[in-house]
């Protein structure tokens, strides 16, 4: 196949591109270079796709499959009056984040509601906590049915993404922590659900997607677990016998400013309920019946930590640091014998 990604330089868009050149297809990234290379065995043709005549770069070119992970309605726009004619197969990489209703457990992409799409003047998500991301997606989802038909393009809304080269502190904050032993805070309940895709599974799916002809909107996550299954499965990973997990219930957690998600003083993956309840708990299924596969966990894990040990420099430092930890779990302790 000859693809086109459109991105390439990180993350999913190089995991990808990796995976393709692999499976022997011959593979063009088209990205500026800013946040990183593609990889070495693919062609990179450097675009900026901020300017309208960005892609004039690939012009005469035809593409089998293209698969495009922006997140700036000007640049989905842009590539589809470029390149939708000149390609068999489109895949747009969008997001959970699309969805109205974060609430409700076991939505499926086929009938749950989605935001409004962003205001005509909005084209890219804003400021640190990237306001109108959802937003912008769903504006671009509809860019591309529009021009492709409802059913002409691959439309993959993904879960949490997870793996080597992750430049988030969520999945990478676990595997370090339970790598580093002792008392480990966690958050919630046993019970509370987690969701992820691992994101070499995801590039196989969205190459899968473009050599069979798959279309439609689906979710791009994996199934969801229990939070007890995912430290287990953390600690398994590393080779962690019997880790010493403290469940902190999240009232207690939120009163001291331990926060949701990612970033500083949080603890990454942890969302309250029952008002996040369906973030981390979405439906797969439609996803596994179309050919998404799903690696072990521990694969998942090993992954990270390799990539983490030999690219430290780039592994994004979040979460709750050790002396806060140890200090919520020594209250909490208190609180509990008191
Ligand atoms: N991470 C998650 O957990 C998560 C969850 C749900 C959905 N998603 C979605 O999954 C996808 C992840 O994609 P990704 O990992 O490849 O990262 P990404 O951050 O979406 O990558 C953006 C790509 O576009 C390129 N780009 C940005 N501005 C450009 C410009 N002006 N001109 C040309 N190229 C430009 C970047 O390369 P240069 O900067 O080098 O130009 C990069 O390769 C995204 O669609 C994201 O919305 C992620």
Not at 165 to 186: I, K, M
Not at 217 to 226: C, E, H, N
Not at 302 to 331: F, Y
């Amino acid at each position: 196949m000859r693809i086109l990604v459109l991105g390439g330089t990180q993350f999913l868009g190089r995991a990808l591109a990796r995976l393709a050149v692999a499976q022997g297809h011959d593979v063009t990234c088209a990205a500026r270079g800013v946040s990183g290379a593609a990889p070495a065995e693919a062609r990179f043709v450097p675009v900026d796709r901020d300017d309208p005549d960005g892609l004039a770069p690939l012009a005469g070119e035809s593409f089998d499959a293209v698969v495009d992970v922006t997140r700036q309605v000007s640049h989905a726009r842009h590539a589809l009056a470029a390149l939708a004619d000149k390609v068999g197969h489109w895949s747009f990489v969008s997001t959970i984040s699309v969805y109205a209703d974060n609430t409700t457990p076991g939505q499926n992409a086929a009938d749950a509601p989605v935001l409004a799409p962003a205001p005509p003047d909005v084209d890219g998500p804003v400021g640190p906590d990237h306001r109108w991301y959802g937003e912008c997606k769903v504006s671009i989802e509809r860019l591309v049915r529009e021009r492709l038909g409802e059913d002409g393009a691959f439309i993959c809304r993904a879960g949490l993404i997870v793996g080597a080269e992750d430049p988030s502190d969520r999945f990478p904050y676990w595997v370090r922590r339970l790598a580093a032993g002792g008392e480990v805070l966690a958050p919630g309940r046993p019970t509370d659900r987690v969701q992820f895709v691992d994101v070499a599974d995801l590039a196989a799916w969205l190459l899968h997607a473009g050599s069979t002809g798959l279309a439609g909107t689906y979710d791009g996550t994996g199934p969801a677990m229990s939070r007890a299954d995912l430290l287990a499965g953390v600690a398994a990973g590393l080779g962690v016998a019997d880790p010493a997990l403290t469940w902190v219930d999240q009232d207690f957690l939120l009163a001291r400013d331990v926060r949701e998600w990612s970033g500083e003083r949080a603890l990454p993956l942890w969302v309250r309920l029952p008002e996040w309840g369906g973030l981390m708990d979405r439906d797969a299924r439609p996803a596994l019946d179309a050919g998404l596969t799903v690696r072990p966990l521990s694969d998942t894990v090993r992954a990270t930590r390799a990539w983490m040990a030999a690219e430290p420099a780039a592994v994004r430092q979040g979460g709750l640091d050790p002396a806060d930890e140890a200090a919520v779990l020594a209250e909490w302790q208190a609180v509990r014998d008191g």
